[in-house]
């Protein structure tokens, strides 16, 4: 088994697979939860590979065929820090870094011509975290336990809404997407829940909206990134949407609140609840008059 040691692992490439497990001095986050993943040689497109010069040395990514990478369109710049698929090494290593990347690809392109490409979606998710999984941020905590989602708000960060409200629970077949919003200089980063149904206002004032967790600044950025993947990754896996493609009009149905069990039934307890929570949303400004009263009509008509 040929193997190649960058600054935040190692890659070791098998007769079937390239296996990639992350050690070494200041390992990203995201790369330290993960722990180690494998990728299928049949999921590998192709391999990129930037020889660098002396001060930044090469860098090497995989490029997996589509649907198959679960950070793809998640708004990530090009940074190890953010994905398991980019290894990069010091200058004096440029032509075994080199060789090992075309051994990747001969190998990828065999295995792809002989026994074809794994399923897309079984790969995204043996790329992502295992669950049940914690990301942890300023403002609080979000946990996935492969069916629901819980984002918790008792962090230093919370505001007095979210901290009186403490948590609310989206079941995964509600859920339609995960979008991550990286923080740019001091401002905040988020992680958000986007459910399907009602179209609501973009909100301005994160404080108030139950449906993400911030990150201020660099706190919990990367665990946040890595948990809207790992949900989007399930959701594909389950038939319950496509990979997020990033921030956009949020399509949101409203979920009763705290610790509901965010059930799919039509029962009048949980239409009920539903109309609720949408006046709850309305008069915190995230749904319009409009918007609650064509939605309100909708739900009672359920009846």
Not at 64 to 77: C, F, H, M, N, S
Not at 139 to 159: K, P, Q
Request: proline share 4%.
């Amino acid at each position: 088994m040929e193997e190649l040691r960058g600054r935040h692992g190692t890659w070791r490439l098998g007769p079937d697979e390239v296996r990639l497990s992350f050690s070494g001095r200041r390992v990203p986050a995201l790369l330290k939860a993960l722990g180690s993943c494998s990728v299928p040689l049949g999921a590998i497109a192709g391999v990129d590979f930037d020889r660098g010069d002396r001060k930044h040395g090469w860098r090497m990514r995989l490029r997996l065929v589509e649907g198959a990478d679960p950070y793809a369109g998640l708004g990530a710049a090009e940074s190890e820090d953010l994905t398991p698929l980019l290894l990069t090494g010091p200058h004096d290593q440029e032509l075994l870094a080199e060789y090992f990347a075309d051994q990747i690809a001969s190998s990828a392109r065999m295995e792809r011509e002989t026994s074809g490409s794994p399923a897309s979606v079984d790969v995204a998710r043996s790329l992502v975290a295992r669950v049940p999984f914690r990301a942890r941020t300023g403002e609080g905590r979000a946990d996935f336990d492969g069916n629901r989602v819980r984002l918790t708000w008792d962090g230093f960060f919370a505001s007095t809404a979210k901290g009186t409200e403490e948590h609310r629970d989206y079941a995964l077949a509600e859920i339609e997407r995960a979008t991550w919003h990286p923080p740019v200089d001091i401002s905040e980063g988020w992680l958000r829940i986007v459910l399907r149904g009602v179209t609501i206002a973009e909100a301005t004032d994160i404080s108030h909206d139950f449906f993400t967790l911030a990150t201020h600044g660099a706190k919990g950025s990367e665990e946040a990134f890595l948990m809207a993947a790992t949900v989007n990754a399930h959701l594909a896996g389950g038939g319950g949407g496509a990979v997020a493609a990033g921030p956009g009009p949020e399509q949101i149905e409203a979920a009763p609140a705290g610790g509901g069990n965010g059930g799919n039934g039509g029962g009048g307890e949980e239409i009920f609840a539903k109309i609720r929570e949408l006046g709850r949303l309305r008069d915190e400004g995230l749904v319009t008059d409009e918007e609650f009263a064509a939605k309100k009509t909708e739900l009672l008509a359920r009846l």
